[in-house]
C-alpha cells in the first residue's frame, strides 16, 4: 500500500493527476482504495487532487478561459462528484460567461470595437501610445465611455493610464475587463 501511495504522491509532484490513465496520481490512490477502502491517505490525496483541479480551473478563469474551465472542472467531477469546490468555481463561470456576453452586447448599435495590436500593445511600443491618444481625443470629444478589454489586470491599467494621460484635466470614465483579444468599447455615456 506505501507503495502505491508513494507512486501517487510522486505522479501528483509531476502533474499527472488523471492522465496518462494507469499511471496517475488519481489511479495510484483507488488502486489504495481498492486495498483497503478506508485509508485516509488516499481519501486525503483524492481531495488535494479535486483542489488542485480546482484551483487551475480558477486561474484559466481568470483568463476567460472558458473551455479549460469546464475541462478541468469536468475531471475534478469525476474524481469527486458534487464536490462543493468544483460547484463554487462551476457558478463563477456562469456569471463570467454571462458578462462575456454582455461585452458582445456592448459591440451593439452606439458602440464601436477598437482592436487593439497585440504585438504593439505587448511592446508598449510608440506606435500604440499614439493609437491611444488619438482615441482617448475622441473619447472626450464624444464624451465616451470605453471598456478596456485587456489579457491582464497590468495591461488593462496601462492602456487606461495612457488615456488618461492623453487629455489631461478630462476624466476618461471606463472599466477594466479581462479578455482576449484585446481591444477597447466604445460608447456613448449614458
Known amino acids: 500500500m506505501q507503495h502505491f501511495l508513494g507512486r501517487a504522491e510522486r505522479a501528483q509532484r509531476e502533474g499527472f493527476i488523471t492522465m496518462p490513465a494507469g ?5 495510484f490512490y483507488l488502486q489504495v482504495q481498492q486495498l483497503d477502502p478506508g485509508n485516509t491517505q488516499a481519501a486525503a490525496g483524492i481531495q488535494i487532487l479535486v483542489m488542485q483541479l480546482v484551483e487551475r480551473a480558477r486561474d484559466a ?23 462543493p469546490l ?11 460567461q454571462t458578462r462575456a456576453r454582455q461585452d458582445v452586447t456592448l459591440d451593439g448599435p452606439g458602440a464601436q470595437t477598437v482592436t487593439l495590436p497585440v504585438k504593439e ?5 510608440d506606435t500604440m501610445v499614439e493609437m491611444l491618444n488619438a482615441i482617448a481625443q475622441r473619447i472626450r470629444e464624444h464624451q465616451l465611455r470605453v471598456v ?21 484635466g478630462y476624466r476618461v470614465r471606463g472599466d477594466i475587463k479581462l479578455g482576449n483579444p484585446p481591444r ?7
Open 23 to 27: 499511471a496517475s496520481a488519481y489511479d
Open 61 to 83: 478563469l481568470r483568463q476567460r478561459s472558458f473551455g479549460e474551465v469546464n475541462s478541468l472542472l469536468n475531471r475534478a467531477d469525476e474524481i469527486a462528484p458534487g464536490n
Open 86 to 96: 468544483s460547484k463554487e468555481v462551476r457558478d463563477q463561470l456562469q456569471r463570467e
Open 121 to 125: 500593445l505587448g511592446a508598449r511600443s
Open 148 to 168: 478596456i478589454v485587456a489579457r491582464s489586470d497590468a495591461e488593462g491599467r496601462w492602456i487606461y493610464s495612457q488615456l488618461r494621460q492623453a487629455v489631461p
Open 184 to 190: 477597447l468599447l466604445l460608447q456613448k455615456n449614458p
